[in-house]
């Protein structure tokens, strides 16, 4: 019941406001101003107050929802963005180590040194820190966002292993293997996190 008030408010308040209006012309019309005014014209002046202010709440509270939305969705699409970004590397990078691996004269330490891009990991802290769609949290969806944002902060500390193993290792008699390993987990982890992103992008698209 109070959902469906909730989601109507403004006609409710509409309806109310219009009785409101016409026992007013009736108190007038017939000269009992003073007693319908206590009767029922205060009450029901009061009642279109209350559904005014709550009207006004679910408003702002929808507004909200929508903002959050909208900044989720920015976040998804710029984690794609940079997905395909560090993969276009990864696999450069193999592609060289395999080629100079099996070259006529292979170089020592054939790498890319182009660092990788950390992703965006504000999708948890959005959801518990700003107001978020009742129906999201209540459904799959909202343990999924928690997963993404899991696996991105996964993603992120092996970039940054990674890196430092490159600067750390750089000098060393041959570190191409142990980055080529680091290079095939990233993309099985990048794959599974880009998948994941663009089922979560299709929800909220729905829902903004």
Same mark, same amino acid.
């Given at each position: 019941m109070m959902k469906w008030l909730l989601e109507h408010i403004w006609w409710v308040s509409a309806i109310f406001t219009a009785i409101l209006l016409i026992l007013l012309a009736i108190a007038i019309w017939i000269g !009992?101003?003073?007693?319908? %005014?206590?009767?029922?014209i205060v009450p029901l002046t009061a009642i279109i107050a209350i559904l005014t202010t709550l009207g006004w709440r679910e408003h702002n509270?929808?507004?909200? !929802?929508?903002?959050?939305? %909208?900044?989720?969705?920015?976040?998804?699409?710029?984690n794609l963005q940079i997905l395909d970004y560090n993969q276009n590397i990864l696999d450069n990078e193999i592609e060289l180590i395999e080629?100079?691996?099996?070259?006529?004269t292979p170089k020592r330490n054939k790498l890319i040194l182009e660092p990788l891009l950390p992703l965006k990991t504000g999708f948890w802290d959005i959801?518990?820190?700003?107001?978020?769609?009742?129906k999201v949290k209540k459904s799959e969806l909202f343990v999924k966002i928690r997963d993404i944002d899991m696996c991105a902060n996964k993603i992120n500390e092996q970039i940054k292993s990674r890196e430092n193993y490159k600067?750390?290792?750089i000098e060393a008699h041959d570190i191409s293997s142990t980055v080529k390993r680091y290079d095939r987990l990233l993309l099985e982890n990048i794959?599974?996190?880009?998948?994941a992103l663009m089922n979560l992008g299709m929800h909220i698209y729905k829902l903004c």
């Open positions: !009992e101003f003073n007693a319908i %005014v206590r009767i029922i509270k929808k507004k909200t !929802e929508r903002k959050t939305l %909208v900044a989720v969705k920015n976040e998804l699409e710029y080629d100079n691996k099996f070259s006529d959801i518990t820190f700003d107001l978020f769609p009742d600067n750390t290792n794959e599974g996190l880009r998948t």
